[in-house]
Nanobody, 123 residues
Framework: QVQLVESGGGLVQAGGSLRLSCAAS????????MSWFRQVPGEVREFVAA???????LYADFVKGRFTISRDNAKNTVYLQMNSLKPEDTAIYYC?????????????????WGQGTQVTVSS
């Protein structure tokens, strides 16, 4: 069983930056596909970014060039560096892990989820 704990959320002005972290425990982190999703209450959860065991990445179109996902297998941690933040990036950001081989944007295919961290971008 893998446990995921996110941190790093907060309030930032438009154009600012935040770095989210997700610490994993209880599994073989280096073998996991790690991803970030986000959700505004009352709306559909959406995929943000993923990184596989080889360091290959996958991004949603709306974050390309602004967000960067990375992982540190020695620390069992995945990061999401968010730059040039916009008010529409405001959401709860969730870390997710998959034991599958291929990266996917489908949240239903992820096995483990964190509790989420709130990101609020003011205009």
């Amino acid at each position: 069983q893998v446990q995921l704990v996110e941190s790093g959320g907060g309030l930032v002005q438009a154009g600012g930056s935040l770095r989210l972290s997700c610490a994993a425990s209880g599994g073989t982190f280096s073998r996991l596909i790690m991803s970030w999703f986000r959700q505004v209450p009352g709306e559909v959860r959406e995929f943000v970014a993923a990184i596989n065991r080889s360091g290959n990445t996958l991004y949603a179109d709306f974050v390309k060039g602004r967000f960067t996902i990375s992982r540190d297998n020695a620390k069992n941690t995945v990061y999401l560096q968010m730059n040039s933040l916009k008010p529409e990036d405001t959401a709860i950001y969730y870390c997710a892990a998959s034991e599958r081989v291929l990266m996917t944007r489908e949240g239903r295919l992820y096995d483990y989820w964190g509790q989420g961290t709130q990101v609020t971008v003011s205009s």
